[in-house]
């Protein structure tokens, strides 16, 4: 599957889905820690 998508996007992308993934095993994850994450 090729898609055109900017380093920007792709990384958003990856962030996003680890996001759900994480919220997925983790169950009740706190959406402000993983924000603390990413900004650092």
Same mark, same amino acid.
């Given at each position: 599957?090729m898609? +055109?998508?900017? +380093? #920007? %996007?792709?990384?958003? $992308? @990856? @962030?996003?889905?680890? +996001? $759900?993934?994480?919220?997925?095993? #983790?169950? +009740?994850? !706190?959406?402000?820690?993983?924000? !603390? %994450? %990413? !900004? %650092?």
């Amino acid at each position: 599957m090729m898609l +055109s998508l900017s +380093s #920007t %996007e792709l990384c958003n $992308q @990856v @962030v996003r889905l680890w +996001s $759900q993934i994480s919220n997925r095993i #983790t169950g +009740s994850a !706190d959406p402000d820690h993983i924000r !603390d %994450e %990413e !900004d %650092e």
